[in-house]
């Protein structure tokens, strides 16, 4: 059981929820240069198909199974994303651009009129997702992640290339996240993701995990390094981190702290390309691994 600090829910919703709805906000404006037939950066999906899954439909809410879980204190739920995936896409894959539209408006707005609502009650109870029990807030959060990365996933359709702040809003979800997880098991460090443009921090202790931003400066200890974007796609398995490492679009400093993160990675099975939040969660143990095995220690 998570406990003490919680990350970015301790920054409370004057923090979280300007981010989560500005990372709908940002992506509906790039789905309105999009065009949903193209083919997509994830084989076999078009631009529809990347929509569709992430939208709320009658058949799936998102938001509602992650309060209910919440309310009735259901830690245990682990939704199958990837079969949930599968039936929401299938179930709508003649929907027509503006069905498609209006399914990521009604996600925004739902999710938006819940971070507005004068009830905060659920906002650090926990909640059962992919990686097991998260504060509501975090899972909230989540979502800037999946949004992000599928921007990027969308611009061969004519999205054009996402803002700094969605990008940087992804990077909070991920390194929420992880240090999430790193204080559920008991795994204590500090360790960022940095890119040009800025980046996050988190640290777990027997306390929990506190996540801090940061500046452009050269963070201290453990971090990994690349642009923004690249650190997104390397996270979701978008881009192999051996070749990024090779050609230099990747550094990693502070191995050994790294690789404290390793039990993570056995933790939360998976592979890329899987659920966000799932994928999210071995990233920077994973590119620790990488790190260590090229450089040798």
């Known amino acids: 059981m998570i406990g003490g600090m919680q990350g970015m829910t301790d920054a409370g919703r004057e923090v979280v929820a300007p981010m989560v709805v500005g990372a709908w906000d940002t992506f509906l404006d790039l789905v309105e240069q999009t065009d949903l037939d193209a083919p997509s950066r994830l084989p076999g999906w078009r631009g529809h198909e990347v929509c569709v899954h992430i939208g709320s439909w009658p058949e799936h809410d998102a938001l ?3 309060l209910a879980s919440a309310r009735e204190g259901r830690l245990d739920r682990r939704p199958d ?14 929907a027509s651009r503006t069905e498609v539209v209006a399914a990521l408006r009604r996600a925004r707005d ?63 979800a991920l390194a929420d996240v992880t240090g999430a997880l790193a204080a559920r098991m008991d795994v204590h460090g500090r360790a960022a993701l940095h890119a040009p443009i800025g980046g996050w921090a988190f640290e777990a202790d027997a306390h929990g995990w506190s996540v801090e931003r940061l500046g452009r400066e050269q963070p201290r200890g453990a971090a990994v390094e690349a642009d923004a ?37 056995e933790s939360v099975p998976g592979l890329p390309g899987g659920p966000a939040l799932r994928v999210a969660a071995r990233t920077l143990s994973g590119l620790a691994r990488v790190g260590w095995t090229r450089r040798g220690g």
Do not use: F, K, Q
């Open 64 to 66: 509602a199974g992650v």
């Open 229 to 265: 974007a690249s650190l997104l796609d390397l996270s979701a398995g978008r881009i192999n981190p051996v070749t990024a490492l090779t050609r230099g679009h990747l550094r990693v400093h502070d191995l050994r702290g790294l690789l404290r993160l390793a039990p993570i990675v």
């Open 81 to 94: 994303s990837d079969a949930i995936n599968a039936r929401v896409v299938a179930a709508h894959r003649d």
């Open 110 to 172: 739902d999710t938006a009129a819940y971070l507005s609502s004068p009830d905060r009650s659920l906002d650090a109870a926990l909640c059962g997702s992919v990686v097991g029990p998260l504060p509501v807030l975090s899972v909230l959060l989540g979502s800037t992640y999946e949004l992000a990365v599928h921007a990027l996933d969308l611009r061969p359709c004519g999205a054009g290339e996402p803002p700094d702040e969605l990008l940087l809003a992804g990077l909070a």
